[in-house]
């Protein structure tokens, strides 16, 4: 009788102890991260960490809330009479601490695997593309579109960015000439799945459907897949094959539009600094020149 008394007390205290030092941790976990993140001033190394780092300091933060939430769930009845002796209760009370802690971090998991991608390819989208600031010059540099980069790329890179799924993004400084190159791994970042919403369709394969005459690819197919409804969908792409005098040359060419039967013009616009904006226009021409004269930073 003795004994068991004095092993419910040890029990119980270690269990209060324990359910204070697993939360405590799981909330310094959080804050660790937030703070690392903080520290980083660079947006291409912010935008790195938060992507390979983040959902697994999560993980462990709702790992150690688990484990916490089971400590805590083992203190029902502290103080009751029953607990005076041991008993088959305790071990239903040691089954249902068990089952909560897999039920927190079960819903954690999955919350990560399948919402928390939403957000989390906000905070990567913001990073990729915030303007970035020659350290030389502290001018603004400008974000290249797809075809205007290759000139800067080497033939490597353009196979890597064209069959092995490497993008490469290039920043200009169009003041003193200064180029910056950044890599990130296409791969890693999902989409929005058009089926389920969430964003959770990744590239699992890749083929090369037309070839040039000199054996490098003109058009590539990417292969979708959703990790949560399974939907697939498969997407064509042009390979460029431009040169940089080509670029030089190049003037974008005008073709006449039949307008004949158009009321309204809506033009939707997708940032990832200030979300999603709407915007109605009475004719084409004034959406074309919106468009030529839209500022995401003063829209934001």
């Known amino acids: 009788m003795e004994s068991s008394v004095a092993f419910l007390e040890f029990w119980h205290s270690a269990m209060i102890i324990g359910a204070i030092v697993m939360t405590a941790m799981s909330i310094v ?9 903080s520290s980083i001033t660079d947006p291409k190394e912010k935008h790195d960490y938060i992507n390979a780092h983040e959902v697994r300091w999560y993980r462990w933060s709702f790992v150690c809330l688990g484990i916490g939430a089971a400590m805590g ?10 607990t005076e002796t041991m008993g088959l209760w305790f071990f239903v009370r040691i089954f249902f601490s068990m089952a909560g802690a897999v039920l ?8 990560l695997k399948y919402y928390y991608p939403t957000l989390l390819n906000y905070k990567l989208r913001k990073w990729r593309y915030m303007p970035r600031i020659n ?4 001018s603004k540099m400008r974000l290249l579109t797809e075809e205007e980069e290759d000139v800067h790329l080497s033939e490597g890179m353009q196979s890597e960015e064209n069959i092995f799924s490497i993008d490469y993004d290039v920043w200009i400084d169009e003041q003193s000439g200064d180029v910056k190159i950044e890599k990130y791994n296409g791969r890693l970042i999902a989409s929005q799945c058009g089926n389920c919403g969430f964003y959770t369709m990744r590239v699992w394969k890749e083929e090369v459907s037309q070839k040039g ?4 690819p003109r058009e590539i197919i ?4 959703c990790d949560y409804c399974k939907t697939v969908r498969a997407t064509a792409f042009n390979v460029s094959t431009r040169e940089e005098n080509d670029y030089r040359n190049y003037k974008p060419q005008t073709t006449k539009r039949n307008t004949k039967g158009i009321e309204v013009v809506k033009v939707e616009i997708f940032s990832a600094l200030s979300g999603k904006l709407n915007y109605e226009f009475g004719s084409l021409e004034e959406a074309q020149r919106f468009l030529e004269e839209f500022d995401p930073e003063k829209a934001a």
């Open 73 to 82: 769930i083992n203190l029902y009845g502290l103080g009751q009479s029953f």
């Open 29 to 37: 976990l959080y804050l660790v991260h937030r703070m690392r993140v």
């Open 222 to 225: 990417k292969h979708y897949r």
């Open 135 to 138: 350290p030389k010059t502290g």
């Open 213 to 216: 005459e000199d054996g490098s």
């Open 104 to 111: 927190v971090t079960y819903v954690a998991f999955m919350i």
